[in-house]
């Protein structure tokens, strides 16, 4: 069971970029999936998460600017981060729950991908 996450980069505040992650091993499309970031010294936190019936929630701080999204034929989560800030920056997780919600409790989910770097430049 693998997640592999990729699209991350060097980008200026105010660009954008789509992370996608690709799910292998298994059929996610039951799974709830979901993106998490942890910055340097900090935490890692929700960003944000989907469910098979494409459902979403959002952290507050990106409300807005990014959008999850996912293709169940392909194995494929996808998250659109527009208008990046500084505080955006940080390495960015892809996951999946195998009780299918949206949670924002990390500890919820049950597989991980290995992480993308997203650096937004002021």
């Known amino acids: 069971v693998q997640l592999q996450a990729s699209g991350g980069g060097l980008v200026q505040a105010g660009a954008s970029l789509r992370l996608s992650c690709a799910a292998s091993?298994?059929?996610?499309?039951?799974?709830?999936l979901g993106w998490f970031r942890q910055a340097p010294g900090k935490e890692r936190e929700f960003v944000a998460a989907?469910?098979?019936?494409?459902?979403?929630e959002y952290a507050d701080s990106v409300k807005g600017r990014f959008t999850i999204s996912r293709d169940n034929a392909k194995n494929m989560v996808y998250m659109l981060m527009n208008s990046l800030k500084p505080e955006d920056t940080a390495v960015y997780y892809c996951?999946?729950?195998?009780?299918?919600?949206?949670?924002?409790?990390?500890?919820?989910?049950?597989?991980w991908g290995q992480g993308t770097l997203v650096t937004v430049s002021s």
């Open positions: 996951a999946a729950a195998s009780n299918g919600w949206k949670d924002v409790d990390l500890f919820q989910y049950d597989y």
């Open positions: 091993g298994r059929t996610f499309s039951t799974d709830g």
């Open positions: 989907i469910t098979s019936g494409f459902s979403t």
